[in-house]
């Protein structure tokens, strides 16, 4: 009895390493949603790498600190807006990039579908649903 707790115990400190180790970029125009997403994602024992507001930021910061995973707003200051930054992302490594918006029309949606390493939260998110989406996609 007492080797399963001491079990479960370590495996949960052990879980709680890697999910600190995990690089969450933010890529979003809007500071104090920026704010609200760095928290929640520290809340949720992840680490951030990086806040920007821009696509060509966003590209920068992507190669210079190699994110596992990207929470990007639709509508971003920049020649790109969110998801065409994403397909450039893409085209360098296929890491999973969680699309968020207070609005998604049809067109938008199915893009995001087709695409199996994007990924739609709807803005304003609680912190559960944000930390469970960035676990699922990384398989976590």
């Known amino acids: 009895m007492y080797g399963i707790k001491l079990v479960v115990s370590f495996n949960k400190i052990n879980f709680a390493v890697v999910m600190k180790h995990i ?10 949603m920026a704010f609200v997403l760095n928290r929640q994602i520290e809340r949720s024992g992840f680490s951030v790498c990086g806040i920007v507001s821009s696509s060509e930021d966003a590209l920068q910061c992507f190669h210079t600190h190699n994110p596992h995973i990207i929470l990007m707003d639709f ?10 930054t994403a397909r450039e992302i893409h085209r360098h ?41 960035i676990k699922n996609c990384l398989s976590i």
Not at 23 to 32: F, G, K, N, W
Not at 75 to 84: Q, R, V
Not at 104 to 123: A, C, G, R, S
């Open 93 to 133: 490594k296929p890491i999973p990039i969680i699309m968020m918006s207070a609005t998604l029309n049809y067109e938008v949606e199915k893009m995001i579908q087709d695409n199996p390493n994007l990924y739609f939260l709807p803005k304003p998110a609680e912190t559960a649903n944000l930390a469970s989406m």
């Open 75 to 84: 509508h971003i200051l920049g020649l790109m807006n969110g998801l065409e």
């Open 23 to 32: 690089q969450v970029l933010i890529v979003e125009d809007e500071p104090a």
